[in-house]
């Protein structure tokens, strides 16, 4: 068995892990059993009528008929038609003449068809069954006699068996009409009514009337000339092949029709319905199968530990997308199945028993409605289900997968379908048939994702941690590059998890610049370079002092400037592996309850912000040599700015005399180091503080005067606000991960000096 083809048996049969996946996949095969039998009995009924309508027909059109092409009458007693007599498939053949005639009876007229026939017709047409009234006589002793379709009788008002003769009158061919005495024009000929016949069509039972051939070739002074041969063939004849020699026997002055061309505008008409019924079924079924879209991408979701357990056995991207492809191809192909069987069950019985009636009993042709199954039609539907279900499952295997196998291989993420996530335990306890109201939205949300998508720059891009990277990294590629930052505004990048679009976007990139320490890449790191390989990482942090908080709570501690200095023990950084720091790397700031270890913020001074400028043109040179001057123009022009800002703060904190500030969460170790300032943080390592820890605070805050309190928007501000009313200080709300780092690191300073 194909490998491919028994895992993806085993995924359409196995329990899903989510009841809601397990009740999409069984809607997705309902919808397509449906849309099946809805195909099967529609068309089987059309077919009935296109039967019945065809059986009236063929009680009264012949099987082959021969017409001239030019003229209205021939002479059949030519050598080729006495050839056509030799034919051995053909069992009659019935001369007629067919003329508008004008039928008079009792003060009441009608313009009628009359069509002369030879005496063999009965054994032609099964007239017998058609007659409703009356016997089929054309003439009986010298007596010439009719018989009238049911609606032209009623428009007369005559009957069957009635002593009056109709009048019959045609014009004479050979004399010309005048209008003082146009009654001279007209033969005039007797007929007596001797039956009523109906085939239900209005073309025959409102118009024609039976009468002897040779009355009618009296009445237009003919003597062998017909208007028609009608030509019944022998049982098990080919007509198609019949006809086609006698075609070749009268060439083309004559046209040889069997029944479907007799009729065709019927026919046709019959046969464009049909279609247009069809297309209109067609277009249901793929609304019905957009559910397997929905089913597979679910699936796909669900089966990524999966996925990555083949990986490691050496499976393909073209062998895992055969395993959704076949998927979906089973879920199509058991639904048309099962659909087509229960369509057919249906007509069969339909059939049999006549459950569905069309009206009140003798209201209608047939009381049931007509219904008659086609192998052919069952094929054709097998197939148009078939390839809809096929496109309907390449649609995320292929365009949508695209994402999960060849960006993002360590999972399946795809990006449009994420805002549904969150619902699948909770999908799994709704009723079943308030699930077919979620899957239009479904479907919806997955479009409105792609639209999204194609709305975006197709300029190459970078990834940055955080927001504050992007005003330098954004600062320096200008337009030539797209910059994104993993953690959004408003999050804390300590205990941000990204989302599974985010870890796309990193993917697609084409580097990621590091911002060194942070919580979020000591995390997530490993993973991301385990994905994503062909990224190029940068770690901005290089050459920057960095800060160890625990020799500054050591200074702290010893607080005299006789203590020994003892020498740092090396820190390697996580991402380069062998980058070491110095005791010349200690800061002077002063600040407790901070990070344990080394402090990450190293875009909260200027003097770090210049490397991080440094790093980042290195970065961009690298990755787009051919534009470097771009670059180095824009670096130029970027440490102008960041001087700028030094040097306003610079002046603002000359005259600063309260030179401590509270903070709740320890962001600005290195603003503080550079501009010979005092930070107290509330929070110590992350986590809350303690009662004893905030009173020793608060004694500390208080003895330095403190009058400004920081809290960034990410963190609450309950013990902030507690600790400024404490100290009778102000609470300030600061966002050390702006975007706009230059106005963030004024806005920073202006609070300082403030009173």
Avoid at 239 to 244: A, G, L, P, R, W
Avoid at 303 to 308: I, R
Avoid at 601 to 619: D, R
Wanted: charged share 20%; proline share 4%.
């Amino acid at each position: 068995m194909n490998f491919a083809f028994y895992i993806a048996r085993r995924y359409l049969m196995a329990k899903k892990s989510q009841n809601a996946i397990h009740i999409i996949s069984l809607i997705s095969v309902v919808s397509v059993v449906v849309a099946t039998m809805a195909m099967v009995c529609v068309l089987s009924v059309l077919n009935g009528f296109g039967d019945m309508v065809s059986a009236m027909f063929n009680n009264f059109d012949p099987e082959l008929k021969i017409t001239p092409v030019r003229g209205k009458v021939f002479d059949p007693a030519g050598d080729a038609f006495r050839l056509i007599g030799d034919i051995p498939e053909i069992a009659f053949c019935t001369e007629v003449i067919e003329e508008n005639v004008l039928v008079h009876y009792q003060g009441r007229q009608e313009v009628a068809v009359a069509k002369g026939v030879s005496d063999n017709f009965r054994q032609m047409v099964n007239i017998d069954s058609l007659l409703i009234n009356g016997e089929f006589i054309l003439q009986d002793g010298d007596v010439n006699c009719a018989v009238l379709g049911v609606g032209l009788a009623s428009s007369l008002g005559i009957r069957a068996g009635f002593a009056d003769p109709l009048e019959i009158y045609i014009p004479e061919r050979e004399r010309q009409i005048s209008i003082a005495n146009a009654i001279n024009a007209f033969q005039l000929e007797y007929a007596f009514i001797s039956g009523e016949f109906m085939v239900n069509q209005d073309v025959y039972d409102k118009n024609y009337m039976i009468l002897p051939l040779n009355m009618l070739r009296e009445l237009l002074n003919y003597e062998t000339e017909v208007s028609a041969l009608e030509l019944k063939m022998k049982p098990q004849a080919n007509i198609k092949s019949v006809q086609k020699q006698i075609r070749s026997m009268l060439g083309d002055d004559y046209l040889v029709q069997d029944r479907y061309e007799q009729q065709e505008t019927t026919y046709k008409m019959l046969q464009v319905e049909k279609s247009m019924t069809f297309l209109i079924l067609v277009l249901i079924s793929i609304i019905a199968l957009f559910n397997v879209v929905s089913s597979v991408s679910m699936l796909m979701i669900e089966k990524q530990e999966d996925v990555g357990i083949l990986r490691s056995m050496g499976a393909d991207d073209r062998l895992i997308r055969r395993i959704f492809i076949y998927e979906g191809c089973m879920i199509t192909s058991f639904g048309a199945l099962a659909g087509i069987l229960v369509g057919v069950i249906l007509c069969l019985v339909q059939q049999r028993y006549g459950l569905i009636k069309l009206g009140e009993m003798g209201a209608f042709i047939s009381n049931n409605y007509p219904v008659r199954v086609s192998i052919f039609d069952l094929l054709v539907i097998f197939s148009t289900v078939g390839v809809i279900g096929l496109l309907a499952t390449w649609y995320p295997v292929r365009y949508l997968g695209n994402q999960w196998l060849n960006k993002s291989r360590h999972a399946f993420l795809l990006s449009s379908l994420i805002p549904f996530l969150p619902l699948l335990p909770l999908l799994s306890r709704f009723p079943r048939f308030l699930l077919l109201l979620f899957v239009p939205l479904f479907l919806s949300g997955c479009q409105g994702c792609q639209g999204s998508k194609s709305s975006q720059s197709n300029k190459p891009s970078v990834v940055v941690t955080i927001e504050p990277q992007r005003y330098f990294a954004e600062r320096i590629a200008g337009e030539h590059f797209e910059v994104y930052a993993v953690v959004p505004a408003g999050h804390s990048p300590e205990t941000y998890d990204p989302a599974p679009h985010e870890l796309i976007r990193i993917a697609q990139s084409k580097a990621y610049l590091l911002i060194g320490y942070i919580g979020f890449e000591q995390v997530w790191l490993p993973t991301i370079r385990q994905n994503n390989p062909h990224l190029k990482y940068v770690d901005l942090s290089e050459g920057v002092q960095l800060i160890d908080d625990d020799d500054l709570d050591e200074e702290e501690d010893d607080d005299s400037p006789n203590s020994p200095t003892e020498e740092v023990a090396p820190t390697h950084s996580p991402f380069e592996g062998g980058r070491g720091m110095s005791s010349e790397s200690k800061s002077t700031a002063h600040h407790t309850h901070s990070h344990h270890g080394i402090d990450p913020h190293i875009w909260s001074a200027t003097g770090p912000a210049k490397i991080i400028a440094q790093n980042t043109l290195k970065a961009f040179v690298d990755l787009d040599p051919d534009n470097q001057h771009v670059y180095q123009e824009n670096y130029r022009q970027l440490l102008h700015e960041i001087d700028e800002t030094a040097q306003q703060i610079h002046a603002m904190f000359d005259t600063l005399t309260c030179r401590s500030f509270v903070i709740f969460h320890p962001a600005l170790t290195y603003f503080a180091d550079e501009f010979d300032l005092k930070q107290l943080s509330i929070e110590s390592d992350g986590k809350e503080p303690s009662v004893s820890s905030l009173k020793t605070l608060i004694d500390e805050a208080k003895a330095a005067q403190v009058r400004v309190v920081f809290v960034q928007q990410e963190f609450d501000r309950k013990h902030a606000e507690q600790v400024a009313a404490e100290i009778g200080a102000r609470t300030v709300v600061i966002n050390p991960l702006d975007r706009r780092w230059n106005e963030q690191m004024i806005f920073i300073a202006k609070e300082l000096i403030k009173n």
